[in-house]
């Protein structure tokens, strides 16, 4: 577990959690129901962080402002 990444997710790991996603900033309502509906949609079919790539990559290319996809991160405790 790097130092750089963990510190947000470590109280997680400490309580048995296995993964665990994050902002590293606030994001208004709306921008953040899309990323996550996205999300939430790839995970019935993709691992966490392929889902999450893919909706970032996705998200990007419709020309969404940086700010409100580039802050969400996933940490996996393995």
């Given at each position: 577990?790097?130092?750089?990444?963990a510190p947000r997710a470590r109280?997680?790991?400490?309580?048995?959690?296995?993964?665990?996603?994050?902002?590293?900033?606030?994001?208004?309502?709306?921008?953040?129901?899309?990323?996550?509906?996205?999300l939430y949609r790839r995970l019935?079919?993709?691992?966490?962080?392929?889902?999450?790539?893919?909706?970032?990559?996705?998200?990007?290319?419709?020309?969404?402002?940086?700010?409100?996809?580039?802050?969400?991160?996933?940490?996996?405790?393995?």
């Amino acid at each position: 577990m790097e130092e750089v990444t963990a510190p947000r997710a470590r109280p997680f790991y400490r309580i048995g959690v296995a993964a665990a996603k994050s902002r590293f900033w606030p994001v208004e309502d709306e921008p953040s129901v899309a990323i996550m509906t996205d999300l939430y949609r790839r995970l019935t079919a993709e691992p966490v962080a392929t889902a999450l790539a893919s909706v970032q990559e996705e998200h990007h290319r419709a020309g969404h402002p940086a700010s409100t996809w580039v802050g969400l991160v996933f940490y996996d405790n393995d």
